[in-house]
Each structure stands twice: as C-alpha cells, then as structure tokens.
C-alpha cells in the first residue's frame, strides 16, 4: 500500500476543498493518505510518502502563494528528483499559466508527474468539479 501526502495552501478554502476531496478519492482507490498544509510540510517529510500531492491556488499575476506555499514547495524540490507528484489548485482568473508553470517547474526539479496536467477548479469545487477531485485522487493512487 502507498502513502501518500497531500500538502495545500488555502487562502479561501477552495483548494482546501480540494485537498480533502482528493484525499477521499485517494481513499476510496485503498491508498493510505495523510492531509497537511503547507506550513507543517517540510524537506524532512517527502522521504515518508511514495507520492507527493501538492495544492496551490493561483495568485497575484498568476503564480504560487508567496509567504508559506512557494517557499515550502523551493525548500522539498530537490527531493522531488525521481518522485511521483501531483498538482493541483483552484483559480478565479486568468487561463491557468500559474498551473502550466508550475508543471514545468516540477519536471525541471525532476519530479515524474502522475498526471500529464494538474487539476484546476474554477473558484469553489461544486457539483462535477467534486467528481473530478475524487476521480483525480484515485487516479494519483493507482499511478
């Protein structure tokens, strides 16, 4: 059985949201899972997970919440290298770049994505954006 760490940073409660529908896919597919965010996730804690789930809402021009998430996310990257990951966040503007980066970023670090694209929602996760959270959960624990 896997163990699996989603680690989020929430401003709004979206990616919260998120967070804790992804973990229950996670769960529904038989995988262990432990919830965290970002401020109680650190360098010391990927080597405990075969997988890494990271949360993150769109900010400012469209990049990675500056006071908490981004500096927790540089601080793990180079232990990304080999790792499986998973991205996902929620947005209210803009066409996603923070997420395309963001991808990139991690395949740069190394890390070997489990999804070709990271989730996005729209705002709030409701009706089939739920879904799609808990099939994305599965998903990351069958990978």
Same mark, same amino acid.
């Given at each position: ?6 680690? =989020?940073?929430? +401003?709004? !409660?979206? /990616? ?8 229950? $896919?996670?769960? %529904?597919? $038989?995988?262990?899972? @432990?919830?965290? /965010?970002? &401020?109680?996730?650190?360098? #010391? &804690?990927? &080597?405990? =997970? ?9 900010? +400012? &021009?469209? @990049?990675?919440?500056?006071? @908490?998430?981004?500096?927790?996310? *540089? *601080? ?12 996902? !966040?929620? =947005?209210?503007?803009? %066409? ?7 991808? *990139? #970023?991690?395949? #740069?670090? !190394?890390?070997?994505?489990?999804? #070709? ?8 996760? %409701? $009706? ?6 808990? %099939? =994305? $959960? ?6």
């Amino acid at each position: 059985m896997s163990k699996i760490a989603v680690v =989020y940073w929430s +401003g709004t !409660g979206n /990616t919260e949201a998120m967070a804790n529908l992804i973990a229950d $896919g996670i769960k %529904e597919a $038989g995988a262990e899972v @432990e919830v965290a /965010t970002s &401020d109680c996730f650190g360098i #010391d &804690d990927v &080597d405990n =997970y075969e997988k890494i789930v990271l949360g993150c809402p769109s900010m +400012g &021009d469209e @990049e990675l919440e500056d006071s @908490e998430f981004e500096p927790m996310y *540089s *601080s793990i990257k180079p232990k990304l290298n080999g790792k499986k990951v998973a991205l996902f !966040g929620s =947005y209210g503007w803009g %066409e996603c770049d923070w997420m395309r980066d963001w991808e *990139s #970023d991690a395949k #740069d670090a !190394g890390a070997v994505l489990i999804s #070709d694209e990271g989730l996005t929602v729209n705002e709030t996760p %409701e $009706g089939e954006a739920c879904d799609a959270c808990k %099939e =994305y $959960g599965k998903k990351i624990a069958q990978a």
